[in-house]
């Protein structure tokens, strides 16, 4: 299995600036994408921002311009630095990744799909 681990919520005022961190661990042979989501209260979880193994990214419309995801393939770690942050930001941000792991061998591999504990980003207005 894979795992993710999230670092890098925290409380930050009108206009601040936040990164947060995802590592993936585990057996893992490929990763076809990670990406950052958040629910807010009483909201459905919806897609922040997301970069593929290709390297393409894609932004909700709302962050377009103010957060930027990127990669690190080699740590397998996903990052998501948010600037200009509004008090609508403030939610639960989960990391998500998915693509496939070993399972017993190099060459035997399985498909997964894995979230993230999440981490807390309060915007105070």
């Known amino acids: 299995q894979v795992q993710l681990v999230e670092s890098g919520g925290g409380l930050v005022q009108d206009g601040g600036s936040l990164g947060l961190s995802c590592a993936a661990s585990?057996?893992?042979?490929?990763?076809?994408?990670m990406g950052w989501y958040r629910q807010a209260p009483g909201k459905q979880r919806e897609l922040v921002a997301v970069?593929?193994?290709?390297?393409?990214?894609n932004y909700t419309d709302s962050v377009k311009g103010r957060f930027t995801i990127s990669r690190d393939s080699a740590k397998n770690t996903v990052y998501l630095q948010m600037n200009s942050l509004k008090p609508e930001d403030t939610a639960v941000y989960y990391c998500?990744?998915?693509?496939?792991?070993?399972?017993?061998?190099?060459?035997?591999?399985?498909?997964?799909?894995?979230w993230g504990q999440g981490t807390q980003v309060t915007v105070s207005s």
């Open positions: 970069v593929t193994g290709g390297g393409t990214t």
């Open positions: 998500h990744a998915r693509g496939t792991y070993y399972k017993g061998s190099y060459l035997n591999f399985a498909a997964f799909g894995s």
């Open positions: 585990g057996s893992i042979a490929s990763i076809n994408a």
